[in-house]
């Protein structure tokens, strides 16, 4: 979905509250001019070329901004752009720690916090961090020596799980979109769907993505001292051609193999994909049972790090031995039966896709879950709930019927509405009227000829144009929230430095007060970032 005013608003907020004014002023021109190089940058801002380029340091550390190079008439001119799902990330540190702790444990926890406060570290730098941290706790050498050696065991434990990556190219060449030989008719919607170009900032994160070689490979001395043999080790599992891609790559663009000079950062993709996995896993709980969860969760782990692209439609396809065995292993396990697991995997994904000629035979079918459906599911969910606390249960029948026909296109006349929804037909027209002043429904007039020419109104939803109306509201009040909460807190300064000894009377009561509109407001962001994910990451 593109980016809004509301959006764009509510991402600058977030970065004037990390790291101050003139840094958002640079990152407030990205988004809304898109790319541009540091001159046209600095002309843009009024800012100094000190200012601009601390600015610019600060947010290509933190993963907020991508330089690229770019060929123009004057030759190459290296370009700046604002990756805007990564300043919406910053906000959602909370929920990847608790992902990272809730699979691998705390103490690779303690890893990623320094990924996320910093941006990018190399390896010596993360385990640096490990050990002061330690000596700060214990003074025995055995301790900090144990501890060392489970920090490096917990950093490849995240390289592993693909929460941590390498970081991208500093500043990769754009080469321009291939042109189309001519033009071609679509065959059906897949090719229409196929069509649809990238963007210039999706292109740019592309070319600076390392090939999945070595994305997550890590170079490790503990096998030899030997250079040579190190590379032979470390290309083990590679094929002729990728260790070839390798060298080029890793020389180019990523330096050399020394751990010094290799940056890390956070994978906020597959924080986004297990996010969207918690999502599709608690939505069949809350439709099924806890049998569909369970399946459901051993599909998506045992292929989550096979997935390509985070808004997948189908996970990937699998044999029923191995969803299984999966189910087995796991340990919310209530001791499925096979066929059990069977009918929730068809209740799941339909008809199983056959390989071979019979269905009946193991081997040859296999399953693929829709998960686009349960996130549009759980769009509907969010919309009409929207719906229902905002103008009714009549408004939420109507809106309900209107969404269920969308996919058809299918108009409806307002007496029909009436009579379907079981609405008070007096009341229908202000209803659908409400709707169309909020931009919720679409509305047609038919003329039609007969004896005496009538004009009639026909309603109906435009999905894709509602729900992008439902996330810029949800930006504008996510932007009202934090703007408000970063209010109170200035409000309340004086009240927060005072120790709670030495606070009485109306200053107790305005202390206790703050502390409960904060976490009111914590608690109302938490939930909103949820719908936000929803519809903008899912």
Same mark, same amino acid.
């Given at each position: ?244 891609? +390798? ?256 606070? +009485? ?34």
């Amino acid at each position: 979905m593109t980016v809004t005013n509301s959006g764009i608003q509510y991402a600058v907020q977030i970065i004037t509250k990390h790291f101050g004014n003139l840094v958002a002023k640079v990152c407030e021109t990205l988004l809304k001019s898109g790319p541009l190089n540091l001159g046209a940058l600095i002309r843009s801002t009024a800012l100094t070329p000190q200012q601009v380029k601390n600015s610019l340091l600060i947010l290509v550390q933190h993963n907020c901004v991508q330089p690229f190079t770019q060929e123009s008439k004057a030759g190459l001119k290296v370009q700046y752009i604002a990756v805007y799902d990564n300043i919406l990330h910053r906000l959602r540190f909370a929920k990847f720690l608790a992902v990272v702790a809730q699979e691998l444990g705390d103490e690779c926890k303690q890893l990623v916090t320094g990924l996320l406060e910093h941006g990018r570290l190399t390896q010596q730098q993360l385990m640096d961090r490990a050990d002061q941290k330690l000596k700060s706790t214990s003074t025995e050498v055995q301790d900090v020596s144990a501890a060392q050696d489970a920090a490096q065991e917990n950093f490849v434990r995240l390289v592993n799980a693909r929460f941590v990556e390498r970081c991208p190219a500093p500043e990769p060449l754009l080469e321009e979109p291939p042109e189309q030989e001519g033009p071609k008719k679509p065959r059906g919607k897949s090719a229409k769907m196929a069509q649809v170009p990238e963007t210039i900032e999706q292109r740019v994160l592309a070319a600076a993505r390392p090939m999945e070689a070595i994305r997550f490979l890590i170079t490790t001395d503990a096998e030899t001292d030997d250079p040579l043999q190190k590379s032979e080790n470390n290309f083990s599992s590679m094929g002729v051609g990728e260790k070839r891609k +390798f060298d080029d790559l890793d020389s180019e663009e990523h330096g050399s193999n020394d751990k010094g000079v290799i940056l890390w950062r956070a994978n906020f993709e597959q924080f986004i994909r297990c996010l969207r996995h918690k999502a599709c896993i608690e939505s069949v709980r809350a439709r099924h049972d806890d049998g569909a969860a369970v399946v459901l969760r051993a599909v998506l782990k045992a292929t989550r790090n096979q997935e390509t692209k985070v808004k997948t439609n189908y996970s990937v396809p699998l044999k029923m031995d191995a969803i299984y065995e999966e189910v087995m292993d796991s340990e919310a396990c209530p001791s499925l039966e096979q066929e059990c697991v069977r009918a929730h995997l068809r209740l799941l994904c339909g008809a199983p896709l056959v390989t071979g000629e019979y269905e009946d035979e193991n081997e040859d079918v296999l399953y693929s879950v829709d998960l686009k459906k349960i996130i549009e599911l759980l769009q509907n969910d969010e919309v009409e709930s929207i719906v229902l606390k905002r103008y009714g249960k009549d408004a939420y029948r109507i809106f309900r019927l209107l969404t269920s026909q969308s996919n058809a296109g299918r108009f409806f006349e307002t007496d029909k509405i009436s009579e379907m929804a079981l609405v008070d037909k007096k009341e229908t027209p202000k209803i659908l009227y409400k709707f169309w002043k909020d931009d919720y429904v679409h509305m047609e007039k038919l003329s039609l000829t007969a004896a005496k020419q009538l004009q009639v109104m026909v309603w109906k939803v435009h999905k894709s144009i509602v729900w992008e109306h439902v996330l810029d509201e949800m930006y504008h009040a996510a932007y009202n929230l934090v703007k408000r909460y970063d209010h109170e807190r200035e409000e309340n300064k004086e009240v927060s430095k005072t120790p709670k000894e030495k606070r +009485f009377g109306w200053l107790e009561k305005k202390a206790n007060r703050f502390l409960a509109v904060r976490k009111i407001m914590a608690s109302s962001l938490l939930k909103l970032d949820d719908a936000l994910m929803l519809f903008h990451d899912f």
